[in-house]
């Protein structure tokens, strides 16, 4: 499995944009890049996924430079209820879904 | 579909009592993960099925813990005896693929406590 470093903590403000990256130095050719979020008292929720470049849905934008190395999860314009854990994940060879320490995010009013 | 259902959602137990936690994973869905979070340890993968066999289950901590898919729609969980330290929060998830890339979907959860 690719080894992921995401920092520990970040805040922010409601309004603002929020970057949260993730670095994969190992990554394989084949591999995505795979987030998941997680709210107070709940489970882990897949928001987004990708391979290279950008990928865009309802929740988050995914940015991928052209090296793979890393990712940025981009959350735009956050409000209090995107408060969570967000995890990065990456890398394939096996069954096992492995969740490392996440990102715990606080947005404050 | 009503997504993983865990039940029940809360268990409060005396140390040495048995606990059974359960789990119905969403139809269709051919693998099936048990979590264990805590502040300290985070998630912590337990045992993953695929299509009701046992794959690994090297993250079960102890003997104590074991758990078993008889078909395709149900998985418990059990803990023989229980200890103050199992207090958590167990999460149960399903996804139609395994690995990293699978987007896997969880249960509720059900927290543990035992006093």
């Known amino acids: 499995l690719a080894k992921t470093t995401q920092p520990i903590s970040m805040d922010s403000y409601e309004g603002q944009e929020v970057n949260i990256t993730c670095s994969h130095n190992?990554?394989?050719?084949?591999?995505?890049i795979t987030w998941y979020q997680q709210f107070p008292s709940q489970g882990p929720r897949f928001i987004i996924q990708?391979?290279?470049t950008k990928v865009t849905n309802e929740v988050a934008s995914l940015f991928i430079p052209a090296d793979r190395k890393s990712s940025t999860l981009s959350l735009p314009r956050v409000s209090l209820s995107d408060t969570a854990v967000y995890y990065c994940?990456?890398?394939?060879?096996?069954?096992?879904?492995?969740f490392g320490t996440g990102t715990r995010l606080q947005v404050f009013p | 579909d009503a997504g993983v259902i865990q039940s029940p959602r809360h268990e409060v137990t005396e140390m040495g009592q048995e606990v059974t936690l359960r789990c119905k994973p969403i139809?269709?869905?051919?693998?099936l993960f048990w979590y264990r979070q805590t502040m300290m340890r985070g998630l912590e993968l337990l045992i993953y099925?695929?299509?009701?066999?046992?794959?690994?289950d090297s993250g079960m901590p102890e003997d104590r813990f074991s758990a078993k898919m008889p078909n395709a729609s149900f998985s418990t969980l059990k803990i023989q005896p229980s200890e103050p330290r199992d207090s958590a929060v167990y999460f149960c998830?399903?996804?139609?693929?395994?690995?990293?890339?699978?987007?896997?979907?969880f249960g509720q959860g059900t927290r543990l406590t035992v006093v």
């Open positions: 990708g391979y290279k």
């Open positions: 994940l990456v890398g394939e060879g096996t069954d096992k879904l492995i």
């Open positions: 998830a399903s996804s139609t693929w395994g690995g990293q890339e699978a987007e896997a979907f």
């Open positions: 099925f695929n299509n009701n066999v046992p794959i690994d």
């Open positions: 190992n990554i394989a050719t084949n591999d995505y």
């Open positions: 139809s269709g869905h051919d693998y």
